[in-house]
């Protein structure tokens, strides 16, 4: 455990001295308790509109988290349940699914959740999908950095790899969310959203099989549906344009001054 602590302590020190990423006390220390962080997304059957104030709730306690899950599943709403390793809340502590994680995925979960807390703190003040489609980059190409800056060859190939899962899976969110919107707009019968729906998960099933391993591959395993493709829309509906700025710059610290520079004149503030 040591050994992983110490390699999450690597992460956050690239992420302070290269990248300029504030963490507000994040991943100091080990949860003391059985804290985790929980999602929860639901919407109308024909509808991309959450059901709540926000695109989703939150909870700190996975039981309850699923419990809501399963009642709002029951009551015939598209349902999500998302189970992840930190927040980017103020001081959010290690978890024991980030120690379990791959390096990779811990490469990206720390620097993301920094990215927020960094944008929290900066009083950035963009858009929701602006702030979760940068943070992909900040994370996934802040991991590949750090892997060339190792010299660790392992850590570089589990790097690339999940940002090709990933921009395979943005591709595939992207497209699913544009499809079943024209569909609602349309007024289009709920048998045949079902029927798209139906295909969706087909797709999925495809992409699951092209895809390199990575935590991206295992969601294509969960059903696809309105609340699974609006959750992930917020992440990938500015990617292309967020990773096209990085390869402008093939510099992660560089990309993220754009990010903000060029927010306002992107429509990407609040």
Known sequence: MNKKIAFIKIIKRFGEQRLGLLFDGSFEKMAKTAFSCNWVYASQKESMASLFEHPFEFYDDEEKALKRFEELKSRGYDSYFYHAEAHGGKACPITKEMLASPRARQCYVVLHEAWHSTSRLNEHNFDYPWEESTGRVVGLFGGIELAKELGDDELLKECVDQ???????????????EQLSKAFQQNTAPEEIAKIKKELNKEAAVLHRKMPESWEKSELDKEINNAVIMRYYSYTVHY??????????ENVKHAMARFVGEAGQLGMKQ
């Open 240 to 249: 292309p344009l967020a990773k096209k700025i990085y390869e402008e710059e």
């Open 163 to 177: 940002e090709t899962a990933w921009a395979m899976f943005a591709d595939f969110v992207n497209a699913a969310h």
